[in-house]
């Protein structure tokens, strides 16, 4: 039987995940019973895990940072999903936001304005100007945004909140754990944030009466989980944000902001590849001390105190990973025996809905969702039913099933559903929210009509054409 695969998924889901007479349950929810109500594939989240990962991750960087007031903004790409955001919004959280899109999610599940961030690049002057409006903070990217912002505040008649993105270069011999990329490369190459050279130029925003400019920021990514690169990049940030305050004839950030690219402690990150196995990555409580403990370096090297300043955080991965399933049927087992045996799980999901299987070389824990009580294991590739090569697990040990059984790719909940395309036409899974013994449907799976709404036909192509000339 599929030990390793079960006890990873049921034992390391924090009491997520459980079995009763080999049942799946999520919460107080048989998994199964949902697939009846809901159909597969279907993604699960479960609301009281959520809840739990905010308030640990929270409760982490307090006791890290005990100097000041922590704010956690998890990034909304991880999930955008409504109801997912109306839970955060409830426990307090902000939000880190790239575009229109988001910063209307944040607006509808009711995150308090001050707590949002509209990050990214190539912002567009209508959605910096709708962020100045509500009262959200804009993080620039580049000097081009002070000026929209400038005009925006102008427009709306309110002053901008602006944070300035840092891009702090941390010389290492280190690599990307999963693909080998070495990591200062990907520092020195990375788009997001101000280039050193126009700091300075940065710096008129101080100013300019229509704008306030309150932070610094960066995002460190999710390159390692070495805790000797993340403690000497922090530290590296705390020094350049002291460069920023000597430039700035002695400005100082009333908040500073770590970003996200903390790893989830059962990440399948990387772990496609067989020959590659992955450290077991830092608990958040780790991550927390060693990231506050060198910005803290960092900073006071550059003569800049910390006390009484705000420290923000913006999980992704490390929040919503270990907050969902996926479930799949098996629609079909297929067997050769030459050229060498071999058999195939084949599945009515696809990388496409698990995108961070090829986008990041993931391995989500796949396990059955009813164990049978007899049987031997049998090793299976699980596949995916669109047409690229859509492996979901290589080599995966699971019992004999049949069609019509269930998988539950476990810990999939963060940019999962998010990146999903609809190649071969494939309509996206629904996600259920899960409280207990309730379940709740957030968002609704796509049919083949919300795929072909955007199409139309020009006049003269309105008519088929029977016996056309070649
Ligand atoms: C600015 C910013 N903050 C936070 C995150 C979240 O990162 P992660 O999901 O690795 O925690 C990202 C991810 O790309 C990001 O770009």
């Known amino acids: ?96 936001l790239v575009g229109a899109g988001e910063l209307e999610v944040a607006v509808r599940a009711g995150i308090d304005p001050a707590l949002i961030s509209l990050n990214g690049t190539g912002k567009d002057r209508a959605t910096i ?57 990907v520092y020195g190459t990375y788009k997001s944030g101000v280039p050193y050279d126009d700091l300075a130029e940065a710096g008129r925003a101080l100013s300019a009466p229509e704008l306030r400019v309150t932070g610094v920021m960066m995002h460190m990514g999710r390159y390692t989980t070495d805790l000797s690169v993340i403690g000497g990049y922090s530290r590296r940030f705390g020094e350049l944000t002291a460069e920023v305050s000597d430039l700035w004839g002695g400005w100082t950030p009333d908040t500073i902001d770590v970003g996200g690219g903390f790893a989830p402690q059962i990440d399948g990150f990387g772990r496609a590849d067989p020959s590659f196995i992955p450290p077991v990555p830092p608990s958040i409580e780790r991550y927390a001390e060693v990231v506050c403990e060198n910005l803290t370096k960092g900073l006071t090297s550059g003569g800049i105190g910390v006390e009484g300043r705000t420290l923000e955080v913006e999980p992704g991965r490390a929040l919503f990973g270990p ?59 699980v596949v995916g039913r669109s047409c690229m090569s859509d492996v979901l697990a290589r080599t995966a040990t699971l019992p004999a099933m049949s069609a019509g059984d269930l998988l539950a790719f476990c810990f999939t909940g963060a940019y999962n559903d998010a990146n999903a395309s609809n190649l071969n036409l494939l309509p996206r899974p629904a996600t259920v929210l899960v409280n207990g013994a309730q379940a709740h449907l957030v968002r609704r799976a796509e049919s083949i009509e919300d795929l072909l709404v955007r199409d139309t036909l020009p006049d003269h192509l309105r008519h088929t054409f029977t016996g056309a000339a070649r």
């Open 1 to 96: 039987m599929s030990e390793s695969y079960d006890a990873d998924a049921v034992a390391l889901s924090d009491g997520m995940l459980r079995r009763e007479s080999g049942r799946l349950l999520i919460e107080d929810v048989p998994v199964d019973a949902l697939v009846e109500r809901f159909s597969a594939p279907l993604f699960v989240l479960s609301e009281s895990t959520l809840r739990r990962q905010a308030r640990r991750i929270r409760a982490a960087f307090e006791r890290a940072w005990p100097q000041g007031e922590v704010l956690v903004l998890p990034a909304v790409k991880a999930n955008p999903v409504l109801a997912l955001q109306r839970v955060l919004a409830q426990e307090g959280m902000g939000a880190d």
């Open 129 to 185: 100007e709708r962020a100045v409006a509500l009262g959200a903070r804009v993080t620039i990217d580049d000097v081009r945004e002070i000026e929209l912002s400038a005009a925006a505040a102008c427009a709306v008649g309110k002053q901008a909140n602006l944070r300035i993105r840092l891009r702090p270069y941390y010389e290492t011999d280190a690599r990307m754990e999963a693909f080998g990329t070495p990591i200062a490369d």
């Open 323 to 381: 907050c969902g399933i996926h479930v799949a049927t098996l629609l079909n087992v297929k067997r050769q025996t030459q050229p060498f045996p071999f058999t195939w799980y084949e599945t009515d999901t696809t990388q496409l809905f698990l995108s961070e299987i090829p986008d990041e070389a993931g391995r989500p824990p796949v396990t059955p969702v009813r164990l049978p009580e007899t049987g031997t294991a049998v090793d299976v590739r």
